[in-house]
């Protein structure tokens, strides 16, 4: 049985153990490998947790108009970017409206989100 607990073991890797080198001849573990630095897993939940609550606050705060004109000028849930030119010939109303609207939904936005936190 000890023959046998051994030979399991043996399979083991451990995230720190080297598993060869660099051309440079440092050491290079698993963890090197598979971990990735720009990264960092508490900002992504923060930044997932805020875009959800301005997901709510968009749908309690905007008109459908500002709502819409938002999403469509920001690509927002997985939408391509329009530029207000592109919105504005949707819409049937100049650039210059648009611009106006987005920066009073964004004001609004900003209200909402600020009272929240």
Not at 7 to 20: N, Q, V
Not at 108 to 115: R, V
Request: charged share 35%; aromatic share 6%; hydrophobic share 30%.
């Amino acid at each position: 049985m000890m023959m046998r607990s051994d030979k399991k073991a043996s399979r083991d890797i451990y995230l720190y153990d080297s598993i060869g080198s660099d051309k440079e001849g440092n050491e290079i573990s698993l963890i090197d490998i598979i971990e990735y630095e720009d990264e960092d897993v508490a900002e992504r939940v923060t930044m997932q947790d805020n875009i959800a609550k301005l997901g709510k606050i968009i749908d309690k705060t905007l008109t459908p108009r500002e709502k819409d004109i938002i999403i469509m000028r920001y690509g927002l849930g997985g939408g391509e970017e329009k530029t207000q030119r592109e919105i504005a010939l949707k819409y049937g109303i100049s650039r210059s409206y648009v611009s106006r609207i987005e920066k009073n939904a964004l004001n609004k936005l900003k209200k909402s989100y600020e009272s929240v936190i």
